[in-house]
């Protein structure tokens, strides 16, 4: 983005990060959420490029052991930095978190609590694969205090799931989703992924069957990205796969779109759709610009316009932490025109629309090009994305700020 002043820290500098007193103004008067990586994966997706590692990739350099530890470092450091804002929201995602188990998923949020504490009415989630969970796994978690839980279903067709490399069985997502129910969970939501080469019509229809059967409150979809590195752009790449179809993919959303606001499940973020007041606050908070803490290798930061990320490798961030190292591995501080560029991108995705006010003159005359092309509606104002421009909303954005 323009104006971003973007730094690569090395061990020195990592050693001496410091938030500037100018981005700790208002801290703990803004919406405050933590993110913990739990970069494990009892095996690798095909599709995924995510900052994660099977025990194997990992060999005798980190484990889950050390990995805790740096965590409590982190965090430690991260509530003497912020002054320990009371946290609104924890998302606790991966990797596989749920690989620590009931008890191990406890222990993280025992070590946010006793570095920070939660407010009141905090709202907690967990991602956890469907086939590392059980009945007693959520009631551990639930115990434990964890409010909402985040199941990867991704599809109930066999052979889609066998593309995606997904190791569960096809109806082992909705045994979950149905045993955190009865855990106690109010909130549980289930992802999905459409547009994988092989899917049909059908197979989505299958998985919307089951998605709905399991009477969740919240459910995530997301078109399959083909990302380059991955074992899915090999297969692709060398012709073994064709590459996902964008007139399938809208089809595909407007089939997922009809069938979830038919049940009661509306969108609130282009990709989300929940039922009253199950929206994800943690999500929320970085789409409206909220201050977050990622604790955890890879891991991404923001407070007050400063965001800086976490060195990827687990040993690595283990070591730098236990040499009294913050584990920095770069860091910018965004100008007013960066964040208003990422207001606009981010509000235009939400429901509750772009507010027309945070818009200079030539972006409201753009903004009115778009309305006059149905793909914006003014609803008081704000600017909402109608259903055709939930499709092409990357375009929407980019002629607003054009």
Known sequence: MNGTSSTTVGRDEAAAFALPERALVG?????????????????????????????????????????????????????????APAVDTVFVGGGT????????????????RSSFGLAGGAEVTTE????????????RLRAGGFTRISLGMQSAAQHVLKVLDRTHTPGRAVAAA???????????????I???????????????????????????????????????????RRGELPAPDDDVL???????????????LTWYEVSNWARDDAACRHNLGYWDGGDWWGAGPGAHSHVGGVRWWNVKH????????AAGALPVGGSEQLTAEDVHVERVMLTARLRTGLPVPEL?????????????????????????LTDRGRLLADAVVRTVLR
């Open 360 to 384: 200079d003159a030539a972006e409201q005359r753009a903004a009115e090009e778009v309305v006059a092309d149905g793909l914006l509606v003014r609803e008081g104002d704000h600017l909402v």
């Open 97 to 112: 978190p749920s690989l620590l188990g009931g008890d191990g998923l406890a222990d993280v949020l025992g070590a946010i």
């Open 314 to 321: 687990p040993a690595r961030y283990a070591d730098q932490l």
């Open 27 to 83: 801290v703990g008067s803004r919406p405050f959420g933590i993110y913990v990586h739990v970069p494990f994966c009892a095996t690798r997706c095909g599709y995924c490029d995510f900052n994660t590692y099977t025990a194997g990739e990992l060999g005798t350099s980190a484990s889950p052991q050390s990995w805790m530890e740096g965590l409590r470092r982190e965090l430690d450091v991260a509530a003497q930095m912020t002054g």
């Open 178 to 192: 149905l045993e955190a129910r009865a855990a106690g969970f109010e909130h549980v939501n289930l992802d999905l």
């Open 128 to 139: 956890s694969n469907p086939e590392s969970t059980s009945p007693e796994f959520f009631d």
């Open 250 to 264: 809208a089809s595909r959303y407007e089939r997922i779109d009809a069938r979830l606001a038919e049940a009661g």
């Open 194 to 236: 459409y547009g994988t080469p092989g899917e049909r019509d059908e197979d989505l229809d299958l998985s919307l069957d089951a998605v709905l059967s399991a009477g969740v409150d919240h459910v995530s979809a997301y078109a399959l990205i083909v990302e380059d590195g991955t074992a899915l752009a090999r297969r692709v």
